[in-house]
């Protein structure tokens, strides 16, 4: 008989700076595909994108958690 096991995942995070303007944030899109692209390079998967906010509506970090399979 064949057991199937469950994949075991490893996870990591990754914050990222807002930059912070009186007309609200400022995202540098090519920084983010920067990163995006070197840990997934490295075998991550990115699984969300959380906002982190200030208050009043305003975006102060971004945090990307990503994961991938874990060594066995």
């Given at each position: 008989m064949?057991?199937?096991?469950?994949?075991?995942?490893?996870?990591?995070?990754?914050?990222?700076?807002?930059?912070?303007?009186?007309?609200?944030?400022?995202?540098?899109?090519?920084?983010?595909?920067?990163?995006?692209?070197?840990?997934?390079?490295?075998?991550?998967?990115?699984?969300?994108?959380?906002?982190?906010?200030?208050?009043?509506?305003?975006?102060?970090?971004?945090?990307?958690?990503?994961?991938?399979?874990?060594?066995?």
């Open positions: 064949h057991t199937l096991q469950a994949t075991r995942w490893e996870y990591i995070t990754l914050k990222l700076d807002v930059d912070r303007f009186v007309l609200g944030p400022r995202i540098e899109p090519s920084q983010v595909s920067h990163h995006l692209n070197q840990f997934g390079g490295d075998g991550w998967e990115l699984v969300s994108m959380i906002d982190v906010n200030a208050g009043e509506g305003r975006t102060c970090d971004l945090v990307a958690v990503f994961k991938r399979p874990a060594a066995a």
